[in-house]
């Protein structure tokens, strides 16, 4: 069923005789501060010129037109805007039935049904090690896919990983240089970056070193097998440590086709690019104009080589004959928008308009620490897995001090110290800056992770201690209409708002959207517990207010599992 923001744009479309399209009735359909002026409240401007009206008239004429039903208590018109009050009476009943019914698939929908989405994430660099900003990239992709899948639709998750290009030479000549001077069997990705820096800087004062580079690269290239080994070898283990990081986030993807998966398919995009006769020389390098405000996009360099961005359309290729995309999302850094505006525009030439169309950049914002940005190349990185391992360790102590006769205390460290790191990247608006720090994101109170966890299990306890059961309360007879104070009803016009919060947070590739509206949630939750006791001799009012506590849980445990953060029962 439609939620009651969508019920309505519905009613309005009707009532315009579908001149104007749903989905744009429903960005304009907005929620009042002052509930004096309704729960949804819908402007008219926008269809004054459409209709050549005043918007006064029109919204008066839409009054009459609507259809509507029991959901809607009334209707309004102040100065141009349609103000739609909802039927408190009924609305309890109708909620908390639904998620009650639902469950854990209160929110899913269908939209997206018989449509792919390839999401390209985390997406690190072989050998360079995984730093806060893959990080977030993997968890901003991880919650995106489950999101999609959750409004229907089927998600193709995709690792493209830098696992070619000359830092393969360079890489070959550290390693021949100083790998008998590094432990490999302790860590090897770790002695491979610390090779990799040092190379690096070796590479600055001797010329010869990048000459020796460019050398290993062609060699590789060619298919050379020591240097072919060695590359297998590198991208390996770097793998496999990347593949401890997604297990403990609950990543997945589909497919790890990298950069290097494309070199042999970049030859067809070369070919396509001269028979449209797009692909003009330009001092020696081959190169497609994008626009006056863009630098041309280079697609073979002087050297003869093909680049990042040579592979990126290869890929582009690939992906719509074999995926067949109604979407493809590439989640990167902001420094990254030049590349993919210049890759979008060259796509043109190479794909069907609707996929072309389909292509979206999802850039986010730095991490930093408080010592500065991160850079590979200078060795300050923190190692992702270290960190891990420290908000585990620092939530084990806190749920230690606070109720030492939990049980199962290292699953739950684990539940609450990932998913406080998560939630803190997810908390705030994907272009902002994150400055990192441990402490507070761990904290149980504020704008955390283990808040929205807290609140879950308070719901979980409570309906312990009054002996819910769950499957017993769907054919329960409960008198919704007694939860009608402030805070019942604030809580539960909240819950309504799942399924349209799931819609947005999409539709905007922003999922801070739905992190921030489980913040809400707990925080309606925690003022609802706190004014209204819910173990009472009332029976009536108790069951209804169980009632809409395991709606609570249930919202919150179906948002906290999209966004990759588990529910512990205890904690
Ligand atoms: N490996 C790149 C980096 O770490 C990100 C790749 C993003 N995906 C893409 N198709 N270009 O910066």
């Not at 579908?18 to 304009?28: H, P, W």
């Not at 209409?481 to 016009?493: A, H, V």
Request: glycine content about 6%; overall charge negative.
């Amino acid at each position: 069923m439609e939620d009651i923001k969508e019920f309505i744009a519905s009613a309005i479309q009707k009532a315009l005789e579908n001149t104007v399209q749903k989905q744009e009735i429903l960005e304009k359909i907005e929620n009042p501060k002052d509930k004096q002026n309704g729960d949804f409240a819908y402007p008219c401007f926008h269809l004054a010129k459409i209709l050549k009206k005043s918007p006064v008239l029109i919204a008066t004429e839409l009054k009459e037109k609507l259809v509507l039903n029991s959901r809607i208590e009334k209707v309004e018109v102040v100065n141009g805007y349609l103000n739609f009050y909802i039927n408190t009476k009924n609305i309890g009943e109708e909620i908390l039935t639904r998620i009650i019914e639902e469950k854990e698939k209160y929110g899913d929908q269908v939209v997206g049904q018989g449509k792919t989405i390839c999401i390209d994430y985390s997406s690190p660099n072989i050998a360079k090690p995984f730093h806060l900003g893959h990080f977030r990239n993997t968890v901003i992709g991880s919650a995106l896919y489950r999101l999609y899948e959750a409004l229907g639709y089927h998600v193709v998750g995709i690792n493209h990983i830098g696992d070619w290009g000359r830092q393969f030479g360079l890489l070959i000549e550290g390693y021949q240089l100083y790998k008998d001077e590094y432990n490999f069997e302790e860590n090897a990705l770790q002695a491979l970056s610390d090779i990799y820096v040092r190379i690096n800087q070796l590479a600055k004062q001797d010329e010869k070193i990048m000459d020796k580079a460019r050398e290993n690269f062609k060699k590789l290239e060619q298919g050379d097998e020591e240097s072919v080994r060695l590359w297998k070898y590198f991208r390996e283990v770097s793998l496999k440590e990347y593949n401890r990081i997604y297990e403990i986030l609950n990543t997945k993807f589909d497919s790890f086709n990298g950069e290097a998966f494309y070199k042999d398919k970049t030859d067809e995009v070369i070919q396509m690019l001269e028979q449209k006769h797009v692909l003009v020389d330009s001092q020696g390098a081959k190169v497609v104009e994008v626009g006056e405000d863009m630098p041309p996009c280079i697609i073979v360099k002087s050297n003869g080589s093909t680049i990042y961005a040579t592979r990126d359309l290869a890929a582009i290729l690939y992906r719509s004959r074999t995926y067949d995309f109604t979407k493809t999302i590439y989640i990167t850094a902001t420094e990254q928008i030049l590349h993919f505006k210049q890759i979008f525009e060259v796509a043109k030439y190479l794909v069907d308009e609707k996929y072309q169309k389909g292509l979206v950049h999802v850039p986010y914002g730095m991490v930093r620490l408080k010592t500065g940005k991160m850079s590979t190349r200078e060795g300050n990185v923190i190692y992702i897995n270290d960190l891990i391992q420290e908000a585990i360790q620092k939530s084990g102590t806190i749920i230690e001090n606070k109720n030492s006769n939990l049980e199962n205390k290292e699953t739950l460290a684990k539940q609450i110290g990932v998913g406080a790191l998560v939630f803190h990247y997810l908390k705030s608006n994907k272009l902002k800056e994150v400055i990192f720090d441990l402490d507070e994101t761990l904290r149980f109170d504020g704008e955390t992770g283990p808040y929205v966890q807290y609140t879950y299990v308070r719901t979980k306890s409570i309906l312990e201690k009054a002996g819910f059961d769950e499957k017993k309360a769907l054919l329960e007879k409960v008198d919704y209409t007694l939860l009608k104070n402030d805070y019942e009803m604030d809580l539960i016009k909240e819950l309504e708002k799942l399924p349209s919060i799931l819609q947005r947070s999409a539709e905007e590739y922003e999922v801070s959207i739905l992190a921030r509206y489980l913040i809400q949630v707990a925080t309606l939750f925690s003022r609802f517990y706190t004014e209204c006791p819910v173990l009472i001799n009332d029976e009536a009012l108790k069951k209804a207010r169980l009632h809409l506590v395991y709606a609570t849980s249930m919202v919150l445990k179906k948002g906290l599992s999209i966004l990759g953060i588990e529910t512990p029962e205890k904690m």
